[in-house]
C-alpha cells in the first residue's frame, strides 16, 4: 500500500489538540518528532507487564525486560543494517554518543598536534566534544567550509585530510540548513587518508534508510526522540573492532566483568560501555518506533518528504522579502528562512497565534549562523505526518507576519 | 488576535523600524553588553552620567522588535534622568511585563513604556522586552558582565 500521509497523521494523537483554539500545524519535527500511539501504547504495556530491571535477574519478570531490551538492539542493528548487534551501544541521545566517542576512541587517538576534521554545518554537539578534546591534548579543529547554498565543499574537506587527521565528524543531514551530505564519498576520501569517520545521523534517520554497511563510516550516532521514539535514549554504532579496543567511557555497574579493590576487569561490547541501569522504558520505546517507520518504509517516507520540501520550497518563495537559509541540491526536510525587516523571534510569536510551530533562533549551529551573516533563522521542518495543508498555513501564516508589520 | 495587536502596537513598530538614539554615546562613563542565546538578541548600551543624572544613553545590537522598541524606548524614558529614577521606571517596567493582566499596574509612572503592558501574555517574550534593562543597569552600575535575562 502507497504511503499515505494523511492516514499516517492519523496514528498521532498529538493532532487531536488544539493549539490556540487552531488545528496544530507542528513543523518543528527536528527539534523533536511527535509520538505515534504505537510508541505511546508500547511503553505503557510494557510498564504494564513487563518491567523490572534488566540482566542478571533470575525471575521471569526481569527476563521479560532483559527480553524487550535486548530486542531493540536488534531492531536498531536492522535499521542501520550493522553487522552485528553487540556494536549497538544505548546512550542518551547523539550528544551523549559523540560525547563517547571523544572520550573513549578520542582520548586514545588523538594526541597534540593531531587534527579532527568536522564541517562548517555542525550542530553545537558535534562542535564542542571536538575542541574540548582538542584542549586537552593540543590538537587542532579544523573546519571544512560550505558554500552560499549550504552544500559541503567535498574538495575541501578532501584537502583537509592530512596525515595529522585522527578523526572526521560529519553531520549526515544538517539540522539548521537541511543540507544532505555525500557520506559514503567523504568516508570513501577519509578512508583513503586512513581516517576513520563518526556520522551525526540525528537529523537524517527520521527521512531515509541508513545503511551504515554502505555507507563504510566507523561510527553513527542518532536520537530516538527525533525518530518518533521517546526523548533520553540514543543509539551509537560502532564497528567492533573499534569498540573492542576502545577503554570504558562511564564507569559503575553492568560495565564490569569482575571488581576487587586491586583492579577491575571490563565486561564485553556493548556493555562495556552501558554503566548503571539505563532508560529501559525509553529503550522499548525506541524499539516500538523503529517498528513503526519501518511498517510504514522509509524509502516511501523519504519519497513524500521530497515531494513535500519542493512543494513547500516553492511555495515559501511566493512570500515576498522571504529568503531560504540553505539551498543545498541534495536537502531533507529542513526550510531555513528569514523575512526581510522581520525578526524570526517576531515570525515565530505571530505563527504561533495561528497554531502553526517553528523553531526560531540559531538552532544550535552559531557558526552557520555566521557564514549566513544572520543572528538567526525561522525553521520549518518537516516529517512524515506533514501535508501540503501544513505548507499552506505556514503560508498564509507568514501574509499575516508580514500583513501585521505592514501596519 | 488582539493580543497580537497588543504586542505589536504601532508605537512598538514604529520604534523597531526607526529605533531612537541607536548607536554608541561619545565619553561614555559605563557601557554594557547583553545577549540572549535563546533568540540571538544582542544589545550594548552605552550610558554618560553626569552629576547623578543620566545626560545620555544610546545602544546599538540586533534584536527582534520587542527588544529593539524596547530599547529605543527605554533610552527616551530614561534620559535626563537622575540615577535612582531610571533604576524605579527598571523596577516598574519589570512588574508591568511580569506581573500577571488581574493585577493593576500604575501606567501613568510608566508613561510610554506601558505600550509593552502587552508582553504579560506572551511569557517567552518578556525576556526581549527586558534585556534592554538589564543591560542598562548594568552599565549604570559600573559591571562589565554580559547581562542575561535569567
Redesign the interface.
Known sequence: MAFNAEIARKDFPIFEEKMRGKPLVFLDSAASAQKPRAVIDAMARFYSTSYANIHRGVYELSERATGAFEGTREKARAFLNAPEAREIVFVRGTTEAINLVAATFGRTHIGADDEVLITHMEHHSNIVPWQLLCEEKGARLRVAPIDDRGALDVEAFGKLLTPRTKLAAISHVSNALGTVNPVSELVELAHAAGVPVLIDGAQAVPHQAVDVQALGCDFYAFSSHKVFGPSGVGVLWGKAEHLEAMPPYQSGGEMILTVSFEGSTWNEIPHKFEAGTPDIGGVVGLGAALDYVTGLGLDAISAHESELLAYASQALETVRGLRLIGTAPHKASVLSFVLD??????IG??LD?EGIAVR???HCAQPV?QRFDV??TARASLALYNTRADVDALVAGLERVRG??A? | MSELRELYQTVILDHNNSPRNFGNVENATGRAAGHNPLCGDQIEVSVRVVDGVVKDLRFEGSGCAISTASASIMTQAVKDKPLENAFALFERFHQLVTTSSEQAIDSEALGKLAVFGGVREFPVRVKCATLPWHTLKNALEGTSDVAKTE
Not at chain 1, 525587516?341 to 517576531?346: C, K, Y
Open positions: 525587516g522581520i525578526h524570526p523571534h517576531d510569536t505571530i497565534q526560531t533562533g540559531h549562523m543572528p538567526a501585521v508589520f501596519r
